[in-house]
Nanobody
Framework: QVQLVESGGGLVQAGGSLRLSCAAS????????MGWFRQAPGKEREFVGAIGWSGGSTSYADSVKGRFTISRDNAKKTVYLQMNNLKPEDTAVYYC??????????????????WGQGTQVTVSS
């Protein structure tokens, strides 16, 4: 069992930055892949990025590549999403997720087993 709690969302102007955090509890954090997803109103939940168990490998959606960075601190059981140069189209509820069956990167939503409650990010133009 894994519990995930996101924080750090808010309202920011276009071009600004935010850092989201996701604190995990339960199953050994350092053994599985973590991912970030987002869901805008009226749209399906989509992959943003993922990070492998050691933090040595990452994957990003094309829409955020070069602007967003995922990192993790296994000692603190926390994964981060640093978002720079935010755009209005980044507005969404952001979710962190744990893929406990995988220690390598996975991007498919269905491969993730546990989800946080989400945190709202709103980017104004």
């Amino acid at each position: 069992q894994v519990q995930l709690v996101e924080s750090g969302g808010g309202l920011v102007q276009a071009g600004g930055s935010l850092r989201l955090s996701c604190a995990a509890s339960g199953r050994t954090f350092s053994t599985y892949t973590m991912g970030w997803f987002r869901q805008a109103p009226g749209k399906e939940r989509e992959f943003v990025g993922a990070i492998g168990w050691s933090g040595g490998s990452t994957s990003y959606a094309d829409s955020v590549k070069g602007r967003f960075t995922i990192s993790r601190d296994n000692a603190k059981k926390t994964v981060y999403l640093q978002m720079n140069n935010l755009k209005p189209e980044d507005t969404a509820v952001y979710y962190c997720a744990a893929a406990i069956r995988h220690w390598t990167l996975v991007v498919a939503l269905g491969e993730y087993d546990y989800w946080g409650q989400g945190t709202q990010v709103t980017v104004s133009s």
